[in-house]
């Protein structure tokens, strides 16, 4: 059997004009100004009073309102160096991924003010992040081509490599519970795949797909049931998978150039739409 799991079915236009009995759909509802210069991750505040989005090309975080997407405060002003990745931890604590210093900070977050609390130095341009169980930090060190998992800042297991490639340009990691257990999943979009570890970094297996091809995924999210989304940048959509890693839909493809941003909670879906500087917010559902 070979090793990589190369699904050709066919793709599914998520549309809620031309739903069709079980068809996944995403509506448009609003559309920020453009305000931002290729802004890439996005996270929800654990309150989810505020969408948090990397500003990369300004050097800074933005707090937007998560519905009406308009900007409720800053973050790392003069202070940060290209962020791409932003993500909690079960203290509720912000973490942004410093690309250009080559650091992860780390803030307490109240409300829009934000203070540095911890830096974690030692890392060569990471540009991923996901907080595991026991407080383990995944992350891609994109400079470096390799997915590390860090204990209080120390590198306890490593992967450059997964079932016969090495990694190359590792960007956004997702943790999901599915039927293999705990999986690390790892944008590789230098190989134009997702790479799906154990908690060990050990890899399991890969997605991948032909209908079309990916063109370097970047970030991903998944939602309750488990599905994946999937910012396939050089693409210009946001592909969506099965919990089984089925390709099933998707969207935005008329509306974005360059998306390096994915959050999708409950029945809401926030995209970087990085070329054009600005957030879209969609609305969810499937049809009975």
Not at 259 to 264: A, D, N, R, T
């Amino acid at each position: 059997m070979s090793r990589l799991l190369v699904f050709a079915l066919a793709i599914l236009t998520l549309a809620a004009s031309n739903a069709r009995a079980g068809q996944f759909w995403a509506n448009l509802e609003r559309v920020s100004e453009p305000l931002m210069t290729a802004p890439h991750d996005l996270a929800l505040t654990p309150d989810g009073r505020h969408l948090v989005v990397a500003d990369m090309g300004n050097n800074r975080v933005l707090l937007l309102d998560p519905d009406q997407l308009t900007i409720q405060g800053i973050i790392g002003e003069h202070t940060l160096s290209y962020p791409h990745d932003v993500t909690f931890d079960a203290k509720g604590r912000l973490l942004v991924a410093d690309s250009g210093n080559d650091r992860i900070v780390i803030y307490t977050l109240e409300d829009t003010q934000a203070r540095i609390v911890d830096i974690i130095d030692g890392l060569d341009g990471p540009e991923g992040l996901a907080v595991g169980p026991q407080g383990r930090l995944f992350v891609a060190a994109t400079m470096e081509g390799r997915v590390v998992r860090l204990r209080d800042g120390v590198i306890e297991a490593s992967a450059d490599s997964a079932l016969g490639m090495p990694l190359d340009q590792p960007h956004d990691i997702e943790i999901r519970q599915d039927a293999t257990g705990l999986s690390i999943i790892a944008a590789d979009p230098g190989n134009h795949r997702l790479v799906v570890f154990d908690q060990d970094l050990r890899p399991k297996y890969e997605i991948s797909t032909w209908d079309p091809p990916f063109s370097e995924p970047k970030y991903i999210s998944h939602d309750e049931q488990g599905r994946l989304y999937v910012a396939d940048s050089f693409n210009n959509n946001i592909r969506v998978f099965s919990p089984s890693a089925e390709p099933i839909g998707r969207f935005a493809e008329t509306h974005v150039k360059l998306p390096e941003g994915i959050l999708v909670v409950e029945d809401r879906a926030w995209v970087s739409d990085t070329k054009r500087g600005r957030v879209l917010l969609y609305r969810l559902g499937e049809t009975p």
